[in-house]
């Protein structure tokens, strides 16, 4: 009995702490204040969870606490945000999974059937990203290094693309970059004609074709 009164008491200090403000009628984002010391990550969890209406599965604890002072208020759909970078910390992040979060360890992410193309929650997702200009390992090579702890990156050189799966902002950075190498590339590369008077053209370019190809893949294993 003590125990559930301890464990109401700390919920109900926790949701005390969050206070929503009345917006105006036009808007459609309802903004809360939080204020949060020294409060346990499982109960932040919980928190959470009932403020934005959203049912999280915990399968295993998490120690720490949290401590997070808002000067000004928040929208209330960024505490899921907020939860993540506290997750982040402990080397754990969430995932949808069906019509529920669920909490798992970020090295593990990836094969929880992450959902395909835009995510609405803010949540990891795996994304296509083609390249046209580039061999796709070279530009997987310079931009690895903007994935998220949890985030893979693979590529299908069949197609020239690189298959991502991170959270929504490590993704669009990656794209952003990924768009930036093709543009310069593209603003880089000329074109000449070449007239041939001693050989036939599709003989020679398949010669041409078959060197430029060994150039870039040793390119490729020297890096």
Known sequence: MRFINKLLAVILLGLLSIQPLVEAKN???ERVN?????VKIEDFIKMVGKVTEKNILLSQPIPGTVN???SSPIYKDELISILLSVLRKKGFTIVEDGSYLKIVRANTAVKRN?????SKSGLMHTSFIQVNNE????????V??????????????????????????????????VAKIEALSSANRQAEFIV??????????ASVLK?????????????
Do not use: C, W, Y
């Not at 061999?135 to 310079?142: G, L, P, R, S, T």
């Open 144 to 177: 690895r290094q903007f994935l998220s702890e949890g985030g893979k990156l693979l590529t299908v050189k069949e197609t020239n693309t690189m298959i991502v799966s991170d959270l929504p902002n490590n993704i669009k950075v990656i794209k952003k970059v």
């Open 211 to 223: 060197i430029s190809t060994n150039i870039i893949n040793q390119k490729n294993s020297k890096k």
């Open 27 to 29: 808007s459609h984002r």
């Open 114 to 118: 992450l959902p395909i193309g835009k």
């Open 68 to 70: 997070f002072i808002s």
């Open 34 to 38: 939080l204020n949060l010391q020294n």
């Open 196 to 205: 041939l008077k001693n050989a036939k053209a599709s003989r020679l370019a």
């Open 135 to 142: 061999n796709v390992d070279i530009i997987a090579a310079k």
